[in-house]
């Protein structure tokens, strides 16, 4: 009852998603405003709702791949005693992610922002009687919460700047506005997509957030939440296109994060974290699009990503559960046989993340590459193409050690295992399919395919403001160039999804090299030892400093300073006291002293 | 005031408290009527003017209180039951002069008729020795203090020729032949009267006389005797000394300085209830010794009245509930009052009243005291009122010690408290002036 | 008789007077009988009167010797209380010496 | 209508304190909820277009130009509406547990209430210096009687220190006072209207900010606060933080700045300084504490820097901010000491080590203490979001930098919220836990109306600006630099 509550609601928001759709398409943008949320003279905050080309895109990913999810998760928590708190969560996790992208001005986009953060940590920490799991919630919300500062303040200049949070009329006024208060502008929007989107150096929540149910996962650090940086930036585009700087810091970030955490992916072998960090390389890939100005090409990866990544998550889920909660790959192996659809959905997964030719990532990827190039010239697309050849290599480790091979884990799981229901399987094959097809949506111009372009013609719509939402990113390249790019990428794919299968697939145990770490193997493996980097950088020294603040500052130093005075006071009436002998002959006395003191006055 | 002579022992009370209650009558309908009173036919030594009225009118209302308390304190005494009543009365009378003179004899012949009986009634307990101690005291230094007053007024007499008040007002202002004289007169003055009020460096005798007199004695001397100080103090110089006040404001703006900051100081010790007292009689006296400062000044007249009327009644409601709490147990100490509040809540809310009135904390009655006093002097002495301020947050901090321990304190002694019905309509009265100032400060404050 | 007592110039007096003044606030200071200390201020009460007298005389008003017989009516009053108290004392103790009570105190 | 907020449970307090009736608990609460209905019909029958309503204009001391004026613009309408919405559910709070004496307990609460009511009407300096101080008593009475620990101690400190601060602040009135012309007087627009030199201005100001830096507390003046705090009883901790050390912010609003413009530029930035180093000085001593309650004081702490440091930046954002997180922050922290209060007495301790595991046995209270602590991390929709992008906007107008630095506090707010959340609820039930029962209907009223009040100003927060907006405009528009 509860699922079908959860999942209906999904349903329903995804056939309105649908109407909104043709409603946009044909009509243009729908604004409406539900009420005035705040007022401080000119600045006029609304609760309203701007829903254009980019924000119907998201909401049929979110309400879509969600409404999946939704179904997934049904069989998925079925004996769990939180059920029905994991469908609120889920739910509302939905509603702020809706908020986030249907909003008509930055701070609707914040509170959806923030609520998704919080649904983030609630869902990480689902099964909170686990500590660590609470910890790795906790982790999620503040490193997210740093960006969202970034965010804040971003707002803020842009208060300054443009006098007003509405998208309308920010983007209205682009042209009048100073280029260095906008590269401000962009690098603090950007710092706020850094933490939601676990770019560098704000990334490692995304690895511990596997916490959470592998439904959340998918939806959240897979599907959509984590898309929110992309989105947010795609949305500003005006803005960036403003400030080459910034967009210059972009794509540094986001090449960086690409290839770096696909070094990290390659050696785990916890079957969740090496997806999570294929997450964020992929998001770091996102981020190159959008640093080289091809914000289509990234929303275009956000699409295909959100369903091959689903799929990856889901099934990857669907071996946890057959494994009864077994999530450790060395412990997997040649489940081929136990679970074959699992098994095919997981290997359309990778093929399509891989490049596979003619799937959806294949196209996606392609489409970054080619803006790479052209933008950023041969030596960024060659960075690109090393991340893309990496996520190859874990991809396809990922699936021939689990998949392939002998069976590792103990006698008791091998008799566990089992195919997940249909109401898990079934969402795995609509995914599938969409993983498959997705590439469709945006195929290159030069293919002559069908779909050609079609994304970029629907996101170059006119908004609002009467121009073009994400106009057509410009790429000056010939026929023949991204016929050769293309090639040489995919051929790379191939050749590792081949060699592969002869290290991993073919064989029975696992290589000495994944079960012994050594050297730079055990570096990676322990991920750069970032986490401890930061630990000592900032949680230790905030923790020893709150102690020595308390003990030392606080009460000694500020509370001393007070109960000093108060020390004082009463020494000082000690001394007084002693005055007070009691002895008529002293008294006499002081009396005396104190008139001829009395008498000095006459003289001044 | 002879009733005693008569034996009649029962009757001795209710003549007094008529007697005091038509005196009040009196003063309080000549200061409505705006009467000169009877003080036209003797200018030359008296005026009852409306300064005097109201002072008597205060006075008159503490002793009352007083007198209603001593029903209970006096209860041991049985032959000398009278003479109390009539060393009180005279004392009083003293006050009265000292409050109406016009002329320095009369002062001198107040503060003496104030003395004297003074002197016997702190040593009124013949077999203690603490008794005999703060009389002899007393008495020693109060002497000293006397030939120094006179040898003051004695000095100004010789420079200005008078023993007029107003007519060595008008010396002053003209000039005199030889000014050394007469400042020299001025200080010995101020050295006399700031005896008679307790004020540092002459206040020694008040914390050790204050401590061995009798409960209701003390209560006494600190409440209409400080009053008639001030008053007389403040008549002198409003009339004689303005002429010269730049040069006697100095030493006493020492004097109050001092005085608040040592009193408050060395009270924060003390351990018994009736010494705290002392010292923080003499911390009032620091207060209002600034009032002296803006002698002239319009409303420092009025602002020492209300100061020492809601001194005087917060004062006299502690000492009532002191001595229910006190006297029967032996213990003068903070910790006889532990779990008062449980045991006689009356009491309890009385002294905490009490306490918080004379530490000054609004909107209790003590606070308009203070405001009018600090509102009177900012103007001319801002450092004063500052270093005031600072010493009424150090006051507090002994105040409310005796609400600690009736309050707060947990651990409760064994004593038996009971309220005699007498004392509790001085607390019931007390509080009811209390109430009445804190709601309608203004009016005392206008009268003068 | 005024103008023998004017022949003295007012100076004198008042030196005079204040150095018995004087002579008897160094009594009360440093004698620890308390009888003799009570003599002290007597003298220098009449210090007081003395110098009263001649101002009086001096000036032509008659005001300072009244207050002169009030000042001795007065001290004796006060000399009698006085002199209670220390008998009052004596008997308590057996001692007239003011340096030993100094039991209030602190 | 003023002069009854005040009256009402002044006479109340009186009945109780003295006569000691039957049904103490009754006539309490009944008190708070006609307080309560009282100032809503106050509030809904006004202007707010920045003139008072409501007047009441006797003559009181006139000898000393002191008239009980009282009377409520929208500030006052905002400050009344608080305390009076807080008083029922602290007196409700109060009632689940057993009190000794609970005549006087009542009777001081409602005494406080009457103080406190007259703090926030008062357009009469002196008379607001004497509600100011008057709130101190029953406050001390009722922190030193039913306190926990060292409570005489601490509690002397707390009463010595803020007495001390507000005695700087009678010099400060009474200078302006001696300024005002003719005949003097205390009313707010005579003493607005005074010219100071700057240097007196700024004698005057720092009476004014010790004694208002004292009671809210501000860094470095803070430490009476969370011995305090953890010393009294839940109900004298709520009256203290929900309502008491607003008195000081209000003050900072109404009276501190308009009084001495003059000295604004030349103190701000000192003042701004202390308030923003005291929000990342105690939210990082917050983040270390054991103790729930402490953490809590801390926390409060940091959140009064915040709102300090938006009244002293003296522009629309920061003063409507400050107003309406000064509203919020009253709810959420009654709201959460109400919740320490409730584990203290299941668990007899307050330290967050011994705690865990209790969002198992206990959902109901697991949900609404969420939805409280939401409210104080500040996440959007709950009340605590408006407040704090409105106080961060100010502080970042005045300071870009100092708006940065305050903007720290969302980040460790969370980091010691969530963690104290996390140690308290989360992990696994330990022996005492394991026993801990969900919350009784009493409790569930309390923590449903303030979770409710959460939600309901964190979706709507314009009510609450609106209230302001005219009075702000005026007073910004009044006090010229």
């Given amino acids: 009852m509860v699922g079908i509550i959860g999942a209906g609601s999904l349903l329903a928001s995804f056939l309105l998603t649908v109407m909104c759709l043709n409603q946009v398409g ?7 405003t539900l009420y005035h949320f705040m007022s401080i003279d000119r600045l006029s905050l609304d609760f309203g709702f701007l829903v254009d080309q980019l924000s119907v895109w998201m909401m049929m990913i979110i309400t879509g791949v969600g409404f999946l999810i939704h179904v997934y998760s049904i069989g998925y928590m079925h004996d769990d005693e939180g059920f029905y708190k994991f469908f609120a969560y889920l739910n509302l996790f939905v509603f702020s992610m809706l908020l986030l992208v249907m909003g008509d001005n930055f701070l609707m986009l914040f509170f959806g922002w923030e609520g998704v953060g919080l649904c983030s940590y609630l869902l990480i920490g689902f099964w909170y009687t686990n500590r660590d799991y609470g910890t790795a919630a906790r982790k999620a919300f503040i490193m997210n919460r740093v960006g969202d500062l970034g965010l804040l303040l971003g707002m803020f200049f842009i208060i300054k700047t443009f006098g007003s949070l509405a998208y309308k009329d920010v983007f209205a006024q682009l042209a009048g506005a100073d280029p260095a208060m906008v590269t401000v502008i962009c690098l603090l929007l950007f710092v706020g997509a850094m933490g939601k989107s676990a770019q560098i150096p704000l990334y490692t929540w995304l690895p511990d957030a596997m916490a959470g149910p592998t439904p959340v996962s998918a939806l959240i650090h897979a599907a959509t939440m984590v898309t929110a940086g992309v989105y947010l930036v795609t949305r500003c585009n005006g803005l960036f296109s403003m400030s080459p700087d910034a967009m210059h810091v972009v794509a540094i970030v986001g090449l960086v994060t690409a290839v770096f955490t696909a070094i990290i992916g390659l050696r785990q072998n916890d079957i969740k974290k090496v997806l999570a960090y294929s997450t964020v390389s992929q998001l770091g890939l996102m981020f190159l699009s959008l640093g080289m100005g091809a914000y289509v090409s990234a929303m275009f990866h956000v699409t295909t990503h959100a369903f091959f990544k689903a799929l990856l998550f889901l099934s990857a889920g669907s071996v946890i559960h057959g494994m009864g909660g077994e999530q450790d790959i060395r412990n997997m192996g040649g489940l081929r046989k136990y679970m074959p659809v699992t098994f095919w959905v997981f290997l359309i997964g990778t093929f399509a993340i891989s490049g596979f030719p003619l799937l959806s990532g294949f196209f996606s990827k392609d489409e970054i590459f080619a803006n790479t190039y052209a933008h950023g010239g041969a030596i960024w697309w060659a960075m690109a193409s090393v991340s893309a050849v990496l996520t190859a290599v874990y991809m396809c480790r990922l699936l021939y050690v689990t998949f392939f091979g002998e069976f590792r884990g103990t006698e008791e799981q091998r008799h566990h295992i089992h195919e997940s229901p249909s109401v898990m399987t079934i969402p795995l094959m609509v995914l599938a399919v969409l993983s498959v097809v997705g590439g469709l949506l945006n195929t290159p111009h030069f293919m002559h395919l069908p779909g050609s372009q079609w994304m970029a013609h629907w996101l170059a719509g006119n908004g609002v403001n009467g121009t073009p939402i994400v106009p057509m990113a410009e790429v000056h390249l010939s026929a023949s160039t991204e016929w050769s790019l293309m090639s040489f990428t995919t051929a790379l794919a191939l050749l590792v999804i081949v060699a592969l299968y002869f290290v991993y697939g073919k064989v029975a145990n696992l290589p000495v090299s994944d079960q012994k770490q050594t050297g730079f193997t055990k570096v990676v493996a322990n991920k750069f030892y970032v986490d401890e980097l930061y630990n000592s950088l900032f949680v230790k020294p905030t923790e020893a400093l709150s102690k020595f603040l308390y003990q030392y500052a606080d009460i000694q130093g500020v509370d001393g300073v007070v109960n000093g005075v108060g020390t004082g006071v009463s020494k000082l009436g000690a001394i007084f006291r002693r005055l007070q002998n009691g002895n008529i002959e002293y008294y006499l006395i002081g009396m005396v002293v104190g008139a001829a003191l009395l008498f000095l006055t006459i003289f001044i | 005031m002879f ?35 009877w003080g036209t036919q003797y200018t030359s030594m008296f005026s009852f003017d409306k300064y005097a009225q109201s002072f008597t009118a205060i006075t008159l209302t503490s002793v009352l209180l007083l007198a209603g308390m001593s029903s209970w304190g006096f209860r041991t005494l049985n032959s000398s039951l009278g003479d109390h009543y009539a060393l009180i009365l005279f004392s009083l009378c003293g006050a009265v002069c000292m409050f109406s003179f016009t002329n320095l004899v009369m002062l001198f012949i107040g503060i003496e008729i104030l003395s004297i009986p003074l002197y016997v009634l702190a040593g009124s307990r013949r077999d203690d020795l603490a008794s005999n101690e703060a009389a002899l005291k007393y008495f020693l230094m109060g002497a000293f203090a006397t030939g120094i007053l006179l040898f003051g007024m004695t000095l100004v007499y010789g420079s200005t020729g008078t023993f007029n008040t107003a007519a060595i007002g008008a010396a002053v202002e003209r000039g005199v032949a030889s000014p050394g004289m007469l400042k020299m007169g001025i200080l010995l003055l101020v050295v006399g009267l700031s005896f008679k009020v307790s004020a540092v460096p002459f206040h020694f005798w008040a914390p050790d006389v204050y401590q061995g007199s ?18 007389a103090f403040y008549r002198l110089f409003s009339t004689s000394f303005l002429g010269v006040n730049e040069f006697w404001s100095v030493g006493i703006a020492a004097i109050a300085g001092l005085t608040m900051t040592l009193s408050n100081f060395t009270a924060i010790f003390q351990t018994e209830f009736k010494r705290m007292m002392a010292y923080s009689s003499i911390s009032h006296a620091g207060y209002l010794m600034m009032a002296i400062l803006v002698a002239g000044q319009p409303g420092s007249a009025g602002a020492i009245l209300l100061y020492m009327l809601t001194y005087s009644i917060a004062t006299i409601c502690a000492f009532s509930a002191y001595i229910v709490v006190a006297e029967p147990n032996g213990d003068g100490s903070f910790a006889a009052f532990n779990g008062l509040s449980k045991k006689q809540p009356l009491v309890a809310l009385v002294m905490a009243l009490s306490m918080l009135s004379l530490a000054g904390i609004p909107p209790l009655a003590g606070f308009f005291g203070k405001y009018f006093l600090f509102s009177t002097v900012m103007q001319q002495y801002p450092w004063l009122v500052v270093i005031a301020v600072i010493n009424s947050a150090v006051s507090v901090y002994y105040y409310l010690k005796v609400i600690i321990a009736m309050y707060f304190t947990k651990e409760e002694n064994t004593y038996e408290v009971l309220i005699p019905s007498s004392i509790r309509w001085v607390m019931v009265a007390g509080v009811v002036i209390i109430t009445l100032l804190t709601v309608l400060p203004g009016n005392i404050f206008g009268l003068i | 008789m005024l103008e023998i007592i004017k022949t003295v110039p007012i100076e004198y007096y008042l030196l005079y007077s204040t150095v018995l003044f004087c002579i008897g606030v160094f009594g009360v200071l440093t004698r620890r009988n ?8 007597e003298l220098m009460l009449n210090a007081v009167n003395l110098l009263l007298a001649a101002f009086s005389t001096y000036l032509g008003d008659a005001q300072g010797q009244i207050m002169v017989f009030f000042i001795m009516v007065v001290a004796a009053a006060e000399a009698a209380v006085g002199l209670g108290i220390l008998v009052m004392i004596y008997r308590n103790t057996k001692s007239t010496d003011i340096s030993l009570l100094d039991r209030l105190r602190n | 209508m003023s002069f009854l907020l005040i009256i009402v449970p002044l006479i109340a307090s009186a009945l109780l304190l003295l006569a000691r009736p039957s049904g103490v608990r009754q006539i309490a609460l009944a008190v708070g909820v006609v307080n309560f209905a009282i100032s809503i019909f106050a509030a809904y029958s006004a202007l707010y277009d920045g003139t008072v309503n409501h007047e009441t204009n006797i003559a009181w001391i006139e000898q000393a130009g002191i008239r009980f004026s009282v009377g409520m613009d929208g500030i006052g309408i905002l400050m009344i509406l608080l305390t009076n919405l807080l008083t029922p559910l602290i007196i409700l709070s109060s009632q689940s547990q057993r009190i000794d004496n609970e005549p006087r307990y009542y009777g001081l609460v409602l005494m406080m209430v009457a103080a406190l009511n007259g703090v926030f009407l008062s357009t009469d300096g002196m008379l607001f210096y004497i509600f100011y101080e008057l709130a101190l008593i029953p406050i001390y009475f009722i922190c030193a009687i039913w306190g926990g620990e060292n409570r005489i101690r601490v509690t002397l400190k ?8 507000s005695l700087f602040m009678l010099v400060s009135l009474l200078y302006l006072y001696l300024k005002t012309p003719g005949t003097h007087s205390f009313a707010w627009t005579d003493l607005v209207n005074v010219q100071l030199s700057t240097v007196e201005a700024i004698w005057v100001m720092l009476g004014f900010f010790f004694a208002f830096a004292v009671k809210m507390p501000v860094f470095p003046f803070h430490t009476w606060q969370p011995d305090t705090y953890v010393t009294s009883p839940t109900g004298g901790t709520m009256l203290l933080s929900g309502i008491m ?51 809590i004081a801390y926390s409060s702490i940091a959140h009064v820097g915040l709102i300090a440091a938006g009244v002293m930046a003296w522009n629309k954002m920061g003063l409507q901010g400050s107003l309406i997180q000064m509203l919020n922050h009253g709810i959420n922290v009654v709201g959460l000491f109400f919740v320490v209060d409730l584990i203290e007495r299941r668990l007899g301790t307050r330290t967050l080590r011994q705690m865990g595991g209790i969002a198992k046995v206990a959902p109901r209270f697991a949900v609404l203490f969420m939805i409280i602590m939401l409210g104080a991390v500040a996440v959007p929709l709950t009340n605590g979001f408006p407040g704090e992008f409105l106080l961060l906007n100010g502080v970042w107008q005045y300071n870009n930098w100092l708006g940065a630095i305050a903007g720290l506090t969302i980040i460790f707010g969370a980091v010691y919220m969530l963690r104290a959340y996390g140690m308290a609820m989360f992990g696994e039930t330990n022996a005492e836990t394991a026993e801990f029962t969900d919350l009784d209907g009493r409790e569930t009223a309390v923590l449903g109306i303030v979770a409710a009040l959460v ?15 005219g009075t702000v405009n005026r007073i910004l528009g009044s006090v010229q630099f």
């Fill in chain 1, 26 to 32: 044909a009509s243009g943008p729908i604004q409406s």
């Fill in chain 2, 3 to 37: 009733a005693g002579l008569f034996g009649k022992r029962d009757l001795l009370l209710p003549v007094t408290l008529l007697g005091l209650a038509a005196a009040l009558g009196v003063s309080a309908m000549s200061l409505s009527t705006g009467d000169a009173g």
């Fill in chain 2, 214 to 231: 009798p409960n209701t004695v003390t209560a006494f001397m600190a409440t209409a005797v400080k009053t008639a100080g001030f008053a």
């Fill in chain 3, 34 to 41: 308390a009888i003799i200390v009570l003599m002290c201020v």
């Fill in chain 4, 158 to 165: 707390f009463f010595i220190y803020t007495f001390v601060g």
């Fill in chain 4, 245 to 295: 050390l607003k008195m000081g912010v209000y003050g900072a609003i109404r009276w501190m700045i308009p009084m001495t413009p003059e000295a604004w530029h030349t103190l701000t930035p000192y003042f701004m300084a202390l308030a923003v180093t005291g929000i990342v000085y105690a939210s990082i001593i917050a983040v270390k504490q054991s103790d729930f309650k402490r953490l």
């Fill in chain 4, 455 to 469: 939600l309901v100003l964190g979706f709507f927060p314009n009510i609450i600006l609106q209230l302001t907006d």
